[in-house]
């Protein structure tokens, strides 16, 4: 039909005017390796379907739409093409990107047949405007995987542990920029940030009071530092750890967002100062858990204040 765009083993993708960017490349290479796999066949390619990539700043969300013999991305970024590519490749050519590391594909060859004038993608803007998941792990080779499962489900960021982010290389951040997803600098980092190997001995009163004695804190190395907070109100303590955060981006300068967060668990400082930002009379049902939020909720919102 003349009012179809057929895609099949004989459709040859040419790009037309194709800026020299990284993501709008990568999405051209995905688009073509894609298709490529889907339309598997003995033919050898000829018939032209031109690509058109539009990065236009005030486009409302991402689209795709079938032309006579070319199908036209449009998108206020780079990223976002990117992103129609992998929705038009689950939505028109039977890919399911829902396991990392596999492009699941039912069919093979065929033919799929799309109307001209149509919008296979209008307008898709996401609902959320941080979209990830927390890597409780260390970096390893998997990430690139990782990274390639979460820009395919159009995921932008990955929150890790400050310890975590010290190991990651240079070649797995470009990875991972390229592909949209900022890795933010984050977990359980009172230990990190205020290592009780370096500051017990010297300043026993940046860590919490508990039933009238300072706490003795685990090695900063230890793995879950459970109910080990610091005393947040002292004032030579928030010091340091503002000047030791300020140490971390200088010598990160790649971070673009850091967390402060407390150690897990429980365990918030019991000291003259800090009492005074929560009554002790109010428990909940489940005692330590309600103990702890109804704590964490004034000393810790005033730490960040
Ligand atoms: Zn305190």
Not at 55 to 78: C, D, H, I, R
Not at 252 to 262: C, E, M
Not at 273 to 299: F, M, P, W
Request: with cysteine.
């Amino acid at each position: 039909m003349v009012n179809d765009l057929v895609l099949n083993c004989r459709t040859k993708l040419e790009f037309v005017n194709l800026p020299d960017d990284a993501q709008l490349k990568l999405a051209a290479d995905e688009l073509e390796r894609l298709m490529k796999t889907r339309f598997a066949g003995k033919k050898a390619p000829g018939q032209i379907v031109e690509v058109f990539f539009e990065v236009k700043e005030n486009a409302k969300g991402f689209s795709v739409k079938a032309l006579k013999n070319a199908l036209l991305f449009t998108a206020p970024t780079a990223l976002e093409i990117l992103y129609a590519v992998y929705d038009l490749a689950e939505e028109y050519l039977g890919y399911c990107f829902f396991e990392p590391g596999i492009d699941h594909l039912d069919v093979t060859g065929g033919k799929v047949v799309l109307s001209v004038g149509k919008y296979l993608i209008r307008n898709r803007v996401p609902a959320l405007k941080l979209r990830g998941l927390v890597q409780e792990f260390p970096f390893t080779d998997e990430d690139y995987i990782i990274a390639d499962w979460m820009v395919k489900n159009k995921l932008n960021f990955l929150q890790t542990w400050l310890k975590y982010y010290e190991e990651i290389t240079e070649d797995l951040q470009d990875y991972f920029d390229l592909r949209g997803i900022e890795i933010i600098g984050g977990g359980h980092n009172f230990s990190f940030l205020i290592p009780g190997e370096k500051y017990a001995k010297t300043h026993p009163d940046f860590f919490a009071e508990r039933n009238g004695e300072r706490i003795k804190p685990s090695s900063a190395k230890s793995a879950l530092l459970l109910s080990e907070q610091l005393c947040t109100t002292n004032p030579e303590l928030r010091e340091e750890l503002v000047k030791n955060i300020i140490e971390y981006s200088n010598t990160h300068p790649r971070i673009k967002s850091l967390n402060l967060s407390p150690n897990d668990g429980f365990g918030w400082c019991e000291c003259k100062e800090c009492s005074t930002l929560y009554d002790k009379n109010i428990k909940g049902e489940l005692y330590s858990r309600s103990e702890h939020v109804h704590q964490a909720n004034s000393i810790y919102h005033q730490l960040l204040k």
